[in-house]
Nanobody, 123 residues
């Protein structure tokens, strides 16, 4: 059973940066495509960014393209989300997620979820 633990959330002013980390354990990390989802207040949870098992293919939603970057360190069993030029509309709970796949980059049906970390961006 893969376990995911997020860290790095917090409060920041618009234009600032945060780096989210998701440490995993209990599974073979390179078995999984990894992703970051977010749920804004009153909205559905949506995929923000994802990366394939090796880290050489990534996806970023249009709303974050050019500002956020997903990456993974397979030696540390960790996936990251670097968030720059943050906007108030980025305020949400961010979830790390995993999907067993050595093919997929994009996925909307994770098998495993982290507990979520709050990101709040003030104007």
């Amino acid at each position: 059973q893969l376990q995911l633990v997020e860290s790095g959330g917090g409060s920041v002013q618009a234009g600032g940066s945060l780096r989210l980390s998701c440490a995993t354990s209990g599974g073979t990390f390179t078995t999984y495509a990894m992703g970051w989802f977010r749920r804004a207040p009153g909205k559905e949870r949506v995929l923000v960014a994802s990366v394939n098992w090796s880290g050489d293919r990534t996806y970023h939603a249009d709303s974050v393209k050019g500002r956020f970057m997903i990456s993974r360190d397979n030696g540390k069993n960790t996936v990251y989300l670097q968030m720059n030029s943050l906007k108030p509309e980025d305020t949400a709970v961010y979830y790390c997620a995993a999907r067993t796949s050595r093919v997929a980059t994009i996925f909307n049906d994770p098998e495993y979820w982290g507990q979520g970390t709050q990101v709040t961006v003030s104007s």
